[in-house]
T-cell receptor, first 109, second 113 residues
Framework: GQNIDQPTEMTATEGAIVQINCTYQ??????LFWYQQHAGEAPTFLSY??LDGLEEKGRFSSFLSRSKGYSYLLLKELQMKDSASYLC??????????WGAGTKLIIKP | DTAVSQTPKYLVTQMGNDKSIKCEQN?????MYWYKQDSKKFLKIMFS???????INETVPNRFSPKSPDKAHLNLHINSLELGDSAVYFC????????????FGDGTRLSIL
C-alpha cells in the first residue's frame, strides 16, 4: 500500500529552527510536495522536490533523498504565524498526490 | 480576485438530503480536483478532471457525482447524505496533471445532522 508518515505534532520556540520529517512508501515517485495549512483554512503550496538535495526558499528549505524515501522541511527564524499544519504529499507513478496526515507545529514565544 | 472559489463555505443538512457544492477557478488551469478532509486531517482525492474529462475517480460511493460544465468549473453533487459524509471538502486546481502545485479553495464544511 501507499504510506506517508509524519510526526503528529511538534513544538518549537519563536526565532528557533525546526525540522519536520516525512518518510514515504509509494507506488512510483514523481515528486514530493510540502503544503502549509492554518487551522480552518485551505492548504497552500510551499515547495516541491524532484531530485535529491536541498531546495531553499527564503526561511523554508526542503530536502529529499529518494533512495531513503525521506524528506524534511526546515523552517528557520520561526515566527508565531508559522503555527500551522505542514502536509507532505508524494506524487506517485499515476501523477496522483498521496497525502500525509500533516504535522501540527506549535510555536511558543 | 479569488483564485479558486467554492460555495457554500458551510453546509448543515439532514441525513438523506441531496446537496451540491460549486467550485470555480479563474487561474486558467486545465485540471481540477475534489478532496475530502476528515476529522483526522487526511486529504483524500475523490475526483480529478482534466479539460472537462474525468481522469481520477477514487473509490467513492456513487452517491457522489462530479460535473464539469467547462474547465473552469467542477461541481460536486451528493445524493442521500449520510452521517459519514461530514467532513471538509476542498476543491483545487493545477496547470496540468504533472508536477504542478495545486491551488485550493477555502473548503466547504459539511455537517450532517
Amino acid at each position: 500500500g501507499q504510506n506517508i508518515d509524519q510526526p503528529t505534532e511538534m513544538t518549537a520556540t519563536e526565532g528557533a529552527i525546526v525540522q519536520i520529517n516525512c518518510t514515504y512508501q509509494t507506488s512510483g515517485f514523481n515528486g514530493l510536495f510540502w503544503y502549509q495549512q492554518h487551522a480552518g483554512e485551505a492548504p497552500t503550496f510551499l515547495s516541491y522536490n524532484v531530485l535529491d538535495g536541498l531546495e531553499e526558499k527564503g526561511r523554508f528549505s526542503s530536502f529529499l533523498s529518494r533512495s531513503k524515501g525521506y524528506s524534511y522541511l526546515l523552517l528557520k527564524e520561526l515566527q508565531m504565524k508559522d503555527s500551522a499544519s505542514y502536509l507532505c504529499a508524494v506524487m506517485d507513478s499515476n501523477y496522483q498526490l498521496i497525502w500525509g496526515a500533516g504535522t501540527k507545529l506549535i510555536i511558543k514565544p | 480576485d479569488t483564485a479558486v472559489s467554492q460555495t457554500p463555505k458551510y453546509l448543515v443538512t439532514q441525513m438523506g438530503n441531496d446537496k451540491s457544492i460549486k467550485c470555480e477557478q479563474n487561474l486558467g488551469h486545465d485540471t481540477m480536483y475534489w478532496y475530502k478532509q476528515d476529522s483526522k486531517k487526511f486529504l483524500k482525492i475523490m475526483f480529478s478532471y482534466n479539460n472537462k474529462e474525468l481522469i481520477i475517480n477514487e473509490t467513492v460511493p456513487n452517491r457522489f457525482s462530479p460535473k464539469s460544465p467547462d474547465k473552469a468549473h467542477l461541481n460536486l453533487h451528493i445524493n442521500s447524505l449520510e452521517l459519514g459524509d461530514s467532513a471538509v471538502y476542498f476543491c483545487a486546481s493545477s496547470q496540468g496533471v504533472d508536477l504542478q502545485p495545486q491551488h485550493f479553495g477555502d473548503g466547504t464544511r459539511l455537517s450532517i445532522l
